[in-house]
C-alpha cells in the first residue's frame, strides 16, 4: 500500500536535510480510514495509456454510486 502523508507529514517529508528516525517512524503509521472516501470506478483506468478526469469518474454498481459506501466494502472485482 502506498504511504498516505497528511500536510503536515508532506511537508516534514519534503523539508530539506536528513529525516530522523521518529520522523520516518510517523510516515509509516497507517492512514485513518475515517479520512478516506472510496467508490466504483470504471474499467477506463485499467489502462495506463488512459489519463485524466475520467480515471476518476464514479460509476453505479448495484447500490453504490459517488456518494459515500455508508460503511459498506468496497469491491475491486
Same mark, same amino acid.
Given at each position: ?9 508532506? @511537508? ?7 529525516? /530522523? ?5 510517523t =510516515?509509516?503509521?497507517? =492512514? ?5 472516501? *472510496?467508490?466504483?470506478? !470504471? /474499467?477506463?483506468?485499467? !489502462? !495506463?495509456?488512459? #489519463? *485524466?478526469? #475520467? ?6 454498481? *448495484? @447500490? +453504490? /454510486?459517488?456518494? @459515500?459506501n455508508? *460503511?459498506?466494502? +468496497?469491491?475491486? =472485482?
Open positions: 500500500m502506498p504511504v498516505m502523508l497528511d500536510q503536515p507529514a508532506a @511537508k516534514a517529508w519534503l523539508k530539506d536535510g536528513p529525516i /530522523t528516525a521518529e520522523e520516518l517512524a =510516515f509509516a503509521r497507517p =492512514f485513518p480510514p475515517e479520512r478516506m472516501d *472510496g467508490w466504483p470506478v !470504471s /474499467t477506463y483506468v485499467n !489502462s !495506463s495509456r488512459n #489519463q *485524466g478526469p #475520467q480515471c476518476c469518474e464514479p460509476v453505479v454498481r *448495484g @447500490k +453504490l /454510486t459517488a456518494e @459515500k455508508n *460503511g459498506e466494502q +468496497l469491491n475491486l =472485482f
